[in-house]
């Protein structure tokens, strides 16, 4: 019983709110919630074109804005990620483990259901492709890939273990001002590699290191070096540069294949999203300066703190209702109804995931973190 009585003491406070700590930008949080909702329209559309009566049916939103929702995370890890390691003493235990606690055990533990699909019936990989146990593997380590991951959203998540090594390697060997530079060298030779490919004919497979997203995690990384001599601009300059840059993308950007991305594309949405941070990080900045400090978390703020579950979550809830839309027939009215329900019932799912999994993992995590290191 006094084992139970602990585990529940612990249980409850692992999934209570999380409180608005000191230094936590809650732009951020809130631009990660965007970015998830993003994704989840454009997967939810894909879904909805199961119904009969939408199979035709494509939104301008989701083939010139919702792909880029990837191109949002980027930017956003390159800020996020410069702002946490510039904090204090680096500590590489801590660093390390803080990443592994936050990413590793839910991404394993989703992957690895797709992997026991896949093993039951090798075409049960929800739309990325065919598999080997080679990549079966991969997968599972979140190793690099030419191809989908076996649970496909895990492509992002193959760019991102790329640019979390760069900073490591970065902090642990030097210091964070020698990260911009590595960086835009990582960028300008991202580009030259595709010019190698394009007009040369010159390919290679280079591990994501000299992926043309590198550049959103540079202009991420800038974001952070400026942000705060940024708010002289206030609020509205970054925020109409942000609405042109979105707009051109929106109409001259091609989303490319996988690995095949176009420079026009991570540029524009790249500097697009990172003028909207400018633009909220300073608007943050002004009502904290005006003596309104945030003490709860915003229904916007929460999408953000659970947006990794949501991500992770989404394509098992949604291939379930592709399952159930197959069969269905409903009229235009009532295919709105259930392709919003789809959407809903996504959400629900993930943020139950990440209250009653992810939080219990992160705090344990911290525990761990903290004897460790």
């Not at 989701?62 to 890890?77: E, H, K, N, Q, T």
């Not at 026991?116 to 079966?136: E, F, I, K, N, Q």
């Not at 010019?195 to 991420?220: E, K, M, N």
């Not at 392709?339 to 939080?359: M, N, Q, R, S």
Request: glycine share 8%; proline share 4%.
């Amino acid at each position: 019983m006094t084992v139970l009585r602990q585990f529940a003491g612990f249980y409850s406070k692992a999934i209570a709110p999380w409180a608005v700590a000191k230094g936590e930008l809650l732009s951020v949080q809130r631009l990660r919630g965007l970015a998830v909702l993003m994704v989840l329209v454009v997967h939810v559309e894909d879904i909805g074109r199961k119904l009969p009566v939408m199979a035709d049916f494509h939104s301008t939103y989701a083939m010139r804005v919702g792909y880029s929702a990837p191109d949002l995370f980027f930017v956003i890890s390159g800020f996020i990620m410069t702002y946490v390691s510039a904090g204090g003493t680096f500590r590489p235990k801590r660093w390390l483990l803080s990443r592994v606690f936050r990413i590793v055990p839910l991404y394993v533990l989703f992957t690895g259901l797709v992997v026991l699909m896949w093993l039951y019936s090798p075409s049960m990989t929800m739309g990325s492709g065919s598999h080997d146990w080679a990549s079966a593997l991969k997968s599972m380590l979140m190793l690099p890939q030419a191809g989908l991951p076996i649970l496909f959203v895990g492509w992002t998540l193959e760019h991102e273990i790329v640019f979390y090594t760069i900073v490591f390697l970065v902090m642990r060997f030097s210091t964070l001002n020698a990260l911009p530079w590595v960086m835009v060298t990582l960028s300008v030779l991202a580009l030259a590699k595709w010019a190698l490919r394009v007009y040369g004919g010159i390919d290679f497979w280079d591990y994501h290191l000299f992926s043309l997203f590198i550049i959103q995690f540079t202009i991420g990384v800038g974001v952070f070096k400026i942000y705060e001599r940024a708010r002289a601009w206030g609020f509205w300059p970054p925020f109409v540069a942000g609405c042109v840059l979105l707009l051109l993308a929106s109409i001259f950007a091609d989303s490319g294949q996988l690995n095949r991305e176009q420079p026009v594309r991570v540029l524009s949405f790249g500097l697009a999203y990172g003028a909207f941070m400018l633009a909220g990080l300073t608007l943050e900045w002004q009502s904290r300066t005006n003596g309104h400090v945030p003490t709860r978390r915003d229904w916007m703020v929460q999408i953000g703190d659970a947006s990794y579950a949501i991500y992770l979550t989404h394509p098992f809830v949604l291939a379930s209702f592709g399952r159930l839309f197959k069969v269905v027939s409903v009229t235009p009215f009532g295919a709105v109804g259930v392709v919003i329900l789809a959407g809903l019932t996504t959400i629900g799912v993930g943020y139950a995931v990440h209250v009653l999994l992810e939080k219990p993992v992160i705090e344990i995590g911290k525990r761990i973190t903290r004897a460790i290191a």
